[in-house]
Every structure is written in C-alpha cells, then in structure tokens.
C-alpha cells in the first residue's frame, strides 16, 4: 500500500509559521491528490486542504482559510503545508494521504505517523 511519510512539525508560539512536508517513497506522488489532515486530542481526524494532481485547484477548511497554503513540487516529490499565523487550536497531529482527487471520499495510502504541531506560548 502506499506509503507517505510527514514531517517538519515542532512547538511554535501562537503567530508563528510552520512548513509541513509530506514525501512519498517507492511511489510517484504526481498521479494523486494530497491532503491533509490533522487530529487534535480527544477530537476526531478532520481534512485540513487538498491538492490537486496537477496543483491547479486546492481547497482548504474555513478554519485555515487565508492562513495555511498547500502546494506541490511534483519534480521533487513532495507537497508541502505552509502554515502562518498558527493559533493554538491549530495544535494537532497532522498527516497526509493520497486520494483518487480532492473531491472523492476515501484513501489511497495508509496512515503513516504523522507530525506533531504544538501552538504554545
């Protein structure tokens, strides 16, 4: 099955910026949408963004909205989650799974570890 693995995660103040990673490995992340994901304690996982396969159209929750911004460098492989203005509630793990497009349900990866944002002052 396929495999992403997350990273750049870390503690941050509330206001700063974080860019979160996603990379696959064995696979070409090009011919799926990415999204993202993230599961705060005690709460269920919920969709963060998603990209496109050709990083044309992206989507994001109301609660990132003008905050976070997906984007995908397909020549390496990898898609990213630029992350500003971090709050708080932002604090969660957060994954990211391949799908067939943003629009359809279901998976296409397992879920891997994820990476850990902690907003904290």
């Known amino acids: 099955q396929l495999q992403l693995v997350e990273s750049g995660g870390g503690l941050v103040q509330p206001g700063g910026s974080l860019r979160l990673s996603c990379a696959a490995s064995?696979?070409?992340?090009?011919?799926?949408?990415i999204g993202w994901f993230r599961q705060a304690p005690g709460k269920e996982r919920e969709g963060v963004s998603c990209?496109?396969?050709?990083?044309?159209?992206?989507n994001y929750a109301d609660s990132v909205k003008g905050r976070f911004t997906i984007s995908r460098d397909n020549a390496k492989n990898t898609v990213h989650l630029q992350m500003s203005s971090l709050k708080p509630e932002d604090t969660a793990v957060y994954y990211c799974?391949?799908?067939?497009?943003?629009?359809?349900?279901?998976?296409?990866?397992?879920w891997g570890q994820g990476t850990q944002v902690t907003v904290s002052s």
């Open positions: 799974a391949a799908k067939a497009s943003c629009g359809r349900p279901g998976f296409l990866s397992s």
């Open positions: 064995g696979f070409t992340l090009d011919y799926y949408a």
């Open positions: 990209i496109s396969r050709s990083g044309g159209s992206t």
